[in-house]
């Protein structure tokens, strides 16, 4: 079952580290091959999010965006992800390669880790909200 904070109990628990806006978010395999799966069309038949812009400095602002701003959510495997609610277009999941539905919400995971940090749109269709763990205040989950 996951645990969700407010940004700012997150940070003060330190689940929650400022992503360095100079990061190389394309510096190892992993990293590069996260950025084109979220950024160019999709080419496998699994649900994936692609961004809708596909250049690097935007999709290095979702992230940064995301650190700043979201949710946090400690999932079941005692994971750290990061929920922010754009209120904008973000991209569109699809399915089969097939468009599904718009997304406005990205989801930033591994953000502690600089070898594998990455982020994908989302829809906020599926969120909900709850109350903050430490704080109580109500929060996107």
């Known amino acids: 079952m996951s645990e969700f904070y407010c940004h ?4 003060q628990l330190g689940y929650l580290q400022p992503v360095d806006p100079n990061i ?10 996260r950025f084109y799966k979220h950024t160019l069309p999709p080419t496998s038949n699994n649900l994936v999010g692609i961004f809708d812009q596909s250049d690097y400095n935007s999709y290095r602002d979702y992230i940064i965006n995301t650190s700043a701003s979201g949710s946090v959510e400690i999932d079941s495997e005692n994971r750290v992800n990061v ?7 973000t ?3 699809f399915q089969n390669g097939i468009l599904q539905i718009p997304c406005d919400s990205v989801k930033l995971v591994l953000h502690t880790d ?3 940090i990455h982020a994908y749109p989302t829809g906020s269709a599926g969120f909900s909200s709850a109350k903050c763990k430490k704080c109580g205040r109500y929060i996107v989950t």
């Open 83 to 89: 929920i922010w609610v754009a209120g904008k277009l």
């Open 114 to 116: 600089e070898g594998r």
């Open 91 to 93: 991209g569109f999941t």
């Open 8 to 11: 700012e109990c997150a940070k």
């Open 24 to 33: 190389n978010l394309t510096g190892n395999d992993y990293l590069l091959s």
